[in-house]
Nanobody
Framework: QVQLVESGGGLVQAGGSLRLSCAAS????????MGWFRQAPGKDREFVAT????????VYAASVKGRFTISRDNAKNTVYLHMNSLKPEDTAVYSC?????????????????WGQGTQVTVSS
């Protein structure tokens, strides 16, 4: 079992920055790939970024590449999503997810554990 708790969401103006955090507990964190997904109102949940357990490999959605950075601190059992140059279309509930098979894939079904999500709202 892995428990995940997100934090750091909020309201920000377009062009601004936010850092989301996801604290994990319940399993050896360094063996677990972590992903961030988001769901905007009226839309399906979509992949944002993922990182392997060691932190050595990352994948990003095309819509956020160059603006967002995923990172992790295994000593703190925490994964981060640094979001820069935010746009109104980035408005969504952002959720972190854990893949115990450490595959770091963009496929939602690969992730066995999910957090509750944190709201990010970008005003124009």
């Amino acid at each position: 079992q892995v428990q995940l708790v997100e934090s750091g969401g909020g309201l920000v103006q377009a062009g601004g920055s936010l850092r989301l955090s996801c604290a994990a507990s319940g399993r050896t964190f360094s063996n677990v790939a972590m992903g961030w997904f988001r769901q905007a109102p009226g839309k399906d949940r979509e992949f944002v970024a993922t990182i392997t357990g060691s932190g050595g490999y990352t994948v990003y959605a095309a819509s956020v590449k160059g603006r967002f950075t995923i990172s992790r601190d295994n000593a703190k059992n925490t994964v981060y999503l640094h979001m820069n140059s935010l746009k109104p279309e980035d408005t969504a509930v952002y959720s972190c997810a854990a893949d115990p098979t450490n595959q770091a894939m963009a496929i939602m079904t690969q992730y066995a554990y999910w957090g509750q999500g944190t709201q990010v709202t970008v005003s124009s």
